[in-house]
């Protein structure tokens, strides 16, 4: 056999040899394009199975609508309200917050001065004149202040005004969430203080979905809002 004849032999079994690898990548490529076909089917019938869910869910929610919607308003309503009645002890509590006594919630000087959470948070320099006037009406709420002591404002401590070389003694601080639950072992939430940042009482999700909690710190006093 000619070396003429081995070369032509040599070069068609490498050119057989490149095409079964060419077909085999085309083969892989063709079954990743399959499986991921299969998957995006799966996922639309996923997504049409949510679609369904969702519209059957807004249809019952619909009819509960047409058939009673003064529950529904009353639902919202109230919600709101609280939403309302939490940035507005959150506002107060940044002004007044340290001359209350220990676990007196701002709430308790609303009702000496008749105050009811509006749509604007009130100005700080008329919070300090409503608290005069409640500290006037019910002293018993705020802590004892000496003759000429200014106001302690938000940052001063639950036991008043400390002297200069005493060390701070702030009450326990938690994140929001830690009042939800109980059980054995249940922390004392009269001393510790659930704290939230400004940008978290201005989201509603966020304050729809720790109401309970949020409620809870604001009616024992323990709410603490701070900066970022």
Do not use: C, N
């Not at 089917?41 to 009819?63: C, I, K, V």
């Not at 506002?91 to 676990?103: C, F, N, P, R, S």
């Amino acid at each position: 056999m000619s070396d003429a004849l081995l070369a032509r032999i040599a070069t068609l079994q490498g050119e057989v040899a490149a095409l079964k690898a060419e077909a085999k990548g085309h083969r892989l490529k063709a079954r990743r394009r399959r499986e991921e076909q299969a998957d995006l089917a799966r996922q639309l019938e996923g997504a049409r199975g949510e679609l369904r869910r969702l519209a059957a869910e807004r249809d019952d929610l619909t009819a509960r609508l047409d058939a009673d919607p003064g529950e529904w308003r009353e639902r919202y309503e109230a919600a709101a309200r609280d939403l309302r009645g939490l940035k507005h002890a959150a506002h107060w509590a940044q002004v007044i917050g340290g001359d209350l006594a220990e676990k007196v919630p701002v709430a308790k000087v609303w009702e000496q001065v008749g105050y009811q959470p509006g749509d604007e948070l009130p100005d700080p320099d008329q919070i300090r004149q409503w608290a005069t006037a409640a500290r006037d009406a019910a002293p018993y709420l705020f802590r004892p202040r000496g003759a000429g002591e200014p106001p302690a404002g938000p940052d001063a401590g639950l036991g008043g005004p400390q002297p200069p070389d005493a060390p701070p003694t702030p009450p326990t601080q938690y994140q929001v969430g830690v009042f939800d639950g109980g059980g054995r072992g249940r922390r004392d939430v009269g001393t510790d203080r659930l704290v939230v940042t400004r940008s978290q009482m201005q989201d509603p999700g966020f304050m729809l979905r720790h109401t309970r909690a949020l409620a809870a710190a604001s009616a024992a006093g323990t709410l603490t809002i701070r900066d970022e």
